[in-house]
């Protein structure tokens, strides 16, 4: 059988110009089109051809690098780097220009606050295309680690533990020392503990100023590596990271606006959010709609009293998706406005008897446990002989219960059917496809940054799908002029 084989030493007529290698549709074209289209005077970039001194890169060559970079899951610096020398589309995009990893490194260190403003753009860009309506909006969070490592995490209960410890070992440290010097005074074994003893004393310095950190800002826990990351409990079990949320569109599930926070849930996230979201619209949303894990009622309110349809299931409401609901579920007791008691199914009253600050609640009780102990449902309904049945009450409990029959509703459910396909995608191709398991970048500035770029970097690959490479060029040439 005769084979094709390839000749490294043919002569051949290769295109004249870098231009002819990549084709006209090559999604390459769309990323290059969009940060042409960027208003970099926005963005806080400088860009000035006449500027005095050394040459440097060009500012739009270089955001190029990373938006395109970050849309094929190559994002560190050296594989940037790497790509310029072996990839078409790479040294397509930059004209043949080849900044090494260090210049490359630096213009992202640079820059966080311009990143941060790419998504804002992008999403404005959405909008005049009419690809974003901004009428149902959906809110979402997902853990992504941060670059540190769990082992430099530090509690109140760690660090304390860790400085009795220390002072164990200082206190054998020093008996030690002063046994060599009756006993072997000159021995060299005197140098090292010394310096044991120094490091020991620093240890517990640097100890002492988390503790004192750690009880001054009342946060759970600190990280030496990235102060501004907390301990994150996922599916993946705990790591230091951060909690990043996204709002979606309805239309096309674009992305609006993204955010990273430091906080384990997503309970006060609700309002925040979807105002960030409505300020990169310049409108009020009509609806909008987020998971159980937003079912804080104080966030809900705050977002119903601007007038925007609240879609959210509350925590129990959760849960009788997941369990039959008993015929002794506090749904099942009646309550009496007027009276401000409840009654239960057979009959008896559950009387005010308290409130729990911190909780916000009110608890009822049966006014004779007795009652509740010679029922013959005692055992189903509660198991405490002494006092009997308790119940508690928010002490918002009446908007709860409106925000829970606003879920109920027919178009509520519509809506929420449709918050997975919408709100989840992103996570899942910015994880799967693109790779993002941690930040590369520390603090708040830096993860932020990225955030917005991988977070662009999906709402350019929906464009291209919805309109097409040489569509979302010719779209871009129009917002341009």
């Given at each position: 059988m005769a084979y094709k084989n390839g000749n490294r030493y043919q002569i051949s007529l290769l295109p004249s110009s870098i231009e002819d290698y990549i084709s006209v549709d090559d999604p390459v074209r769309a990323y290059d089109a969009f940060v042409e289209a960027l208003d970099f005077e926005a963005l806080g970039i400088e860009i000035d051809e006449e500027k005095v001194g050394n040459s440097r890169y060009n500012p739009k060559a270089m955001l190029k690098l990373f938006v395109y970079g970050y849309s094929y899951g190559v994002n560190t610096s050296r594989k940037l780097e790497k790509a310029l020398h072996h990839n078409l589309s790479f040294i397509w995009l930059m004209g043949g220009l080849k900044p090494n990893f260090k210049t490359i490194s630096e213009f992202r260190r640079k820059n966080k606050k311009a990143l941060v403003k790419v998504l804002k753009q992008c999403a404005r860009m959405c909008i005049k295309l009419k690809l974003i309506t901004g009428n149902i909006l959906f809110v979402d969070g997902t853990k992504i680690r941060a670059n540190a490592g769990i082992k430099n995490s530090w509690t109140r209960n760690g660090c304390e533990k860790k400085l009795k410890k220390i002072d164990k070992r200082i206190d054998a440290i020093i008996l030690e020392n002063e046994k060599l010097d009756i006993e072997e005074a000159g021995d060299p074994s005197l140098i090292t503990m010394e310096k044991e003893l120094s490091n020991q004393k620093v240890l517990k310095t640097k100890m002492e100023s988390i503790l004192k950190e750690l009880q001054e800002t009342n946060r759970h826990s600190i990280n030496t590596v990235d102060c501004n990351c907390e301990r994150m409990n996922s599916i993946q079990g705990t790591h230091a990271g951060y909690n990043v949320q996204n709002v979606v569109d309805e239309k096309h599930g674009l992305i609006v606006n993204t955010d990273v926070v430091n906080d384990n849930n997503d309970l006060y996230q609700f309002e925040k959010q979807i105002s960030k979201a409505n300020e990169v619209l310049e409108k009020k949303c009509d609806t909008a709609c987020g998971d159980a894990g937003y079912s804080k009622t104080e966030e809900l309110e705050k977002v119903d009293k601007k007038n925007i349809k609240v879609v959210v299931p509350s925590a129990r409401q959760r849960h009788k998706e997941k369990k039959e609901v008993s015929e002794f579920d506090k749904e099942n007791f009646l309550y009496d406005y007027e009276k401000d008691c409840y009654i239960c199914p057979m009959g008896h009253k559950l009387t005010y008897r308290f409130t729990r600050k911190k909780k916000k609640s009110k608890a009822y009780r049966i006014k004779k446990g007795y009652l509740c102990k010679n029922c013959p449902h005692f055992g189903k309904c509660t198991t405490n002989k002494r006092t009997g049945r308790e119940i508690s009450r928010l002490l918002n409990e009446d908007l709860?219960?409106?925000?829970?029959?606003?879920?109920?509703?027919?178009?509520?459910?519509?809506?929420?059917?449709?918050?997975?396909?919408?709100?989840?995608?992103?996570?899942?191709?910015?994880?799967?496809?693109?790779?993002?398991?941690?930040?590369?970048?520390?603090?708040?500035?830096?993860?932020?940054?990225?955030?917005?770029?991988?977070?662009?970097?999906?709402?350019?690959?929906?464009?291209?799908?919805?309109?097409?490479?040489?569509?979302?060029?010719?779209?871009?040439?129009?917002?341009?002029?």
């Open positions: 709860r219960i409106k925000y829970e029959k606003q879920y109920e509703q027919k178009n509520s459910q519509d809506i929420y059917k449709l918050r997975k396909q919408k709100v989840e995608l992103p996570f899942g191709h910015i994880k799967r496809n693109l790779g993002i398991r941690s930040f590369l970048l520390r603090g708040f500035e830096g993860v932020n940054a990225e955030s917005s770029l991988f977070s662009t970097c999906f709402n350019l690959s929906r464009m291209i799908t919805i309109l097409g490479v040489t569509g979302l060029i010719s779209s871009f040439s129009k917002i341009m002029t």
